[in-house]
């Protein structure tokens, strides 16, 4: 069993970027997700280090998954554990911002500066992903498709079927995030 993870202090002007490593191939079809964290200075983009935010629902607290971040135990929701799941590549390292990891959840101090500077971090984000979760059968890639395939179509002519995909995409709990519905461009 691994030890329990413990933050270092965060440098003010810095984010924490979780290195997301590459799965261990040997180790079959659920390999442990290791990450390390290093950290970035936020404004100063010459020595910043590129990085990709995750926008994701953090979903139920029940049943936690274990990953290892610096070789130790760290437990994150399931829909957490999914999304870096789905981002582990099998040969390159990725270099993310995640909230609920790169932010030390019990030094309210620290969170309160990060979570005043989330816009800022998704401003320098090389890209920012966005996670909704597993998809399913009447929910996913076949809705976003659709909606693709319709945008300059009137609402009144979508079909039940695809109605009913899409609803249920759009009640998916990121969608109902504050900053997902309410934020205004930068």
């Not at 810095?14 to 290791?34: K, T």
């Not at 597993?134 to 179509?153: F, K, P, Q």
């Amino acid at each position: 069993m691994s030890p329990p993870f413990h933050y270092s202090d965060l440098a003010n002007g810095s984010v924490r970027l979780l290195w997301l490593l590459p799965h261990d191939a040997a180790a079959g079809e659920n390999p442990r997700i290791q990450c390390r964290f290093s950290q970035s200075p936020l404004l100063d983009s010459e020595t910043a280090h590129p990085f990709e935010a995750l926008s994701y629902a953090w979903g139920p607290e029940e049943n936690p998954k274990s990953i290892l971040v610096d070789g130790c135990e760290f437990l994150v929701r399931a829909n957490l554990y999914s999304a870096l799941s789905h981002l582990q590549d099998r040969f390159i390292e990725r270099v993310l911002w995640v909230d609920a990891l790169c932010i030390n959840q019990k030094d309210t101090t620290e969170k309160g500066r990060q979570v005043q500077s989330m816009a800022k971090i998704y401003a320098k984000a090389s890209r920012v992903i966005v996670w909704l979760g597993e998809a399913t059968h009447n929910c996913g890639d076949a809705a976003l498709e659709y909606i693709r395939s319709v945008s300059d179509v009137l609402a009144a002519e979508f079909d039940e079927k695809m109605n009913e995909s899409i609803v249920n995409l759009l009640e998916r709990s990121w969608f109902r995030r504050v900053w997902v519905r309410y934020t205004s461009p930068l």
